[in-house]
């Protein structure tokens, strides 16, 4: 977890076109206006997009297949620069977690 977003990894034997599949969610709680849950899942869609190179390499070297969820935690909205650092941080997670495992 890197604030304000939390990451859940799962890994799964089912048969997908890419390496990995990400969801995005905000939680209506903390967000009670659907365009300012749009807004956030908008830009964390867009920063993984941006940084997901390195994610796909290190799964697809190690021949696994990731279900990733990106979780919102945080009580107030961010700008896209500390969505984007926060991504990139735990995209290296990710990567270390797939290296490592066996």
Sequence with gaps: ???????????TDIAQKFPAKA???????????????NKLKRRMREAY????????????EQNRKLLLSFIYIGKKAC?????????KQLNKKIE???LTKN
């Design 1 to 11: 977890m890197v604030h304000p977003i939390k990451l859940m990894i799962t890994e």
């Design 23 to 37: 969801m995005f969610v905000v939680p209506k709680k903390n967000f009670r206006k659907a365009h300012d849950r």
């Design 49 to 60: 997009r941006l940084n997901k190179e390195e994610v796909y390499t290190s799964a697809n």
């Design 79 to 87: 700008d896209f620069q500390a969505i984007e650092t926060c991504i």
């Design 96 to 98: 270390k977690i797939v």
